[in-house]
T-cell receptor, first 117, second 111 residues
Framework: GAVVSQHPSRVICKSGTSVKIECRSL??????MFWYRQFPKQSLMLMAT?????????EQGVEKDKFLINHASLTLSTLTVTSAHPEDSSFYIC?????????????FGSGTRLTVV | DQQVKQNSPSLSVQEGRISILNCDYT??????FLWYKKYPAEGPTFLIS?????DKNEDGRFTVFLNKSAKHLSLHIVPSQPGDSAVYFC??????????FGPGTRLSVLP
C-alpha cells in the first residue's frame, strides 16, 4: 500500500532555531499534502494543505511565516518551524493523497515529536 | 463548533467481545467517512472508510455503519483483541475540500 515516510521522528531544538520536517511519499505521487498538529488530549488540527507546485493554504490562526511549507515535488513536502518557541512543542503529522486516490489516499506519516527547549 | 463528534472519550471492552465506537457529524455536505487508529507517539493509520452512498462497509474484523439520516456512523470491531487498544479517530470529508477529524475515542481491550 501507499507509504509516507516522515523524518525526523523526534527532534529537540533550542528556542529561536528552525526545524525542518520532511514527508516523502515512497510509492505514489502525492498531489496534495496535509500538515497536522496534535495537542495533548485533542484531535489532530489541520495546519495547512499544499498542492504540488503551488503555495500552501493555511488554516485560520496558523502563522504562515512561522510554519513554512514547501511542496516542490510530487514526492516531497517539508514543514519548517521557524524561530521555534517552547509553545511550538507538539506532535506534527503529515498526510498525503494522490489525484488517483482522492479519498482513499490520505496516507499518514509516522509523525514528528518536536520539543523546543 | 465541532463538525465531527465522538462523544465517548474512552471505552473499555473485554477481549473477544464487540467494540462499538460512535461518531456523529453535523455537516450534511460530508460525503466520505474514514476511521483511523492511532498508537501513542505514532501517526494515525487508516483503518476503514465508507462513502455516503453506502450504509455498511466491512473489512475483516472491522465494520463501519453509516446512518445518513441520523448523521451517525459507528465502527464495530469483532472480536476485540488487546492489540486493538488505541485511540480511534473518526474523520469526514466533503468532496475532498474539508477534512475534519473527531476528537478521538481511546479504546482499551482488556485481556
Amino acid at each position: 500500500g501507499a507509504v509516507v515516510s516522515q523524518h525526523p521522528s523526534r527532534v529537540i531544538c533550542k528556542s529561536g532555531t528552525s526545524v525542518k520536517i520532511e514527508c516523502r511519499s515512497l510509492d505514489f505521487q502525492a498531489t496534495t499534502m496535509f500538515w497536522y498538529r496534535q495537542f495533548p488530549k485533542q484531535s489532530l488540527m489541520l495546519m495547512a494543505t499544499s498542492n504540488e507546485g503551488s503555495k500552501a493554504t493555511y488554516e485560520q490562526g496558523v502563522e504562515k511565516d512561522k510554519f513554512l511549507i514547501n511542496h516542490a515535488s510530487l514526492t516531497l513536502s517539508t514543514l519548517t518551524v521557524t524561530s521555534a518557541h517552547p509553545e511550538d512543542s507538539s506532535f506534527y503529522i503529515c498526510s498525503a493523497s494522490s489525484r488517483e486516490d482522492r479519498f482513499y489516499g490520505y496516507t499518514f506519516g509516522s509523525g514528528t515529536r518536536l520539543t523546543v527547549v | 463548533d465541532q463538525q465531527v463528534k465522538q462523544n465517548s472519550p474512552s471505552l473499555s471492552v473485554q477481549e473477544g467481545r464487540i467494540s462499538i465506537l460512535n461518531c456523529d457529524y453535523t455537516n450534511s455536505m460530508f460525503d466520505y467517512f474514514l476511521w483511523y487508529k492511532k498508537y501513542p507517539a505514532e501517526g494515525p493509520t487508516f483503518l476503514i472508510s465508507i462513502s455516503s452512498i453506502k450504509d455498511k462497509n466491512e473489512d475483516g474484523r472491522f465494520t463501519v455503519f453509516l446512518n445518513k439520516s441520523a448523521k451517525h456512523l459507528s465502527l464495530h470491531i469483532v472480536p476485540s483483541q488487546p492489540g486493538d487498544s488505541a485511540v480511534y479517530f473518526c474523520a469526514a470529508s466533503d468532496y475532498g475540500q474539508n477534512f475534519v477529524f473527531g476528537p478521538g475515542t481511546r479504546l482499551s481491550v482488556l485481556p
